[in-house]
Nanobody
Framework: QLHLVESGGGLVQPGGSLRLSCGAS????????IGWFRQAPGKEREGVSY????????NYANSVKGRFTISRDNAKNTVYLQMNSLKPEDTAIYYC???????????????????????WGQGTQVTVSS
């Protein structure tokens, strides 16, 4: 079974930090660009951050720029989303997704279109509340 697994969510106070992890089961993430998405209750799923398969290119939604950092450790087959200065509006289920970008496409970023991704995780809940 090929799938992604997110972890690291939880309850945190405003201003706090969490680090989400996205691991792959059954395949290597080396050739995949990764996107982190989130969906809050009653809202559409939105793209939060993206990283190329090479790791050299990253991008962030304006709402998280300067607070979130995406990174990858291919030796651990894991992509991370470090979230600092969390706000109540960051409360959502967070999903990671993997899209195949290898070779000459390794520096190309995936984007917000869901059909760019072959694999999705089940999500991890992040709640920011005092």
């Amino acid at each position: 079974q090929l799938h992604l697994v997110e972890s690291g969510g939880g309850l945190v106070q405003p201003g706090g930090s969490l680090r989400l992890s996205c691991g792959a089961s059954g395949f290597t993430l080396d050739y995949y660009g990764i996107g982190w998405f989130r969906q809050a209750p009653g809202k559409e799923r939105e793209g939060v951050s993206y990283i190329s398969s090479s790791g050299y290119s990253t991008n962030y939604a304006n709402s998280v720029k300067g607070r979130f950092t995406i990174s990858r450790d291919n030796a651990k087959n894991t992509v991370y989303l470090q979230m600092n200065s969390l706000k109540p509006e960051d409360t959502a289920i967070y999903y990671c997704a993997a899209g195949y970008y290898s070779g000459s496409y390794s520096n190309i970023l995936p984007g917000p279109r869901w059909d760019e991704y072959e694999y999705w995780g089940q999500g991890t809940q992040v709640t920011v509340s005092s």
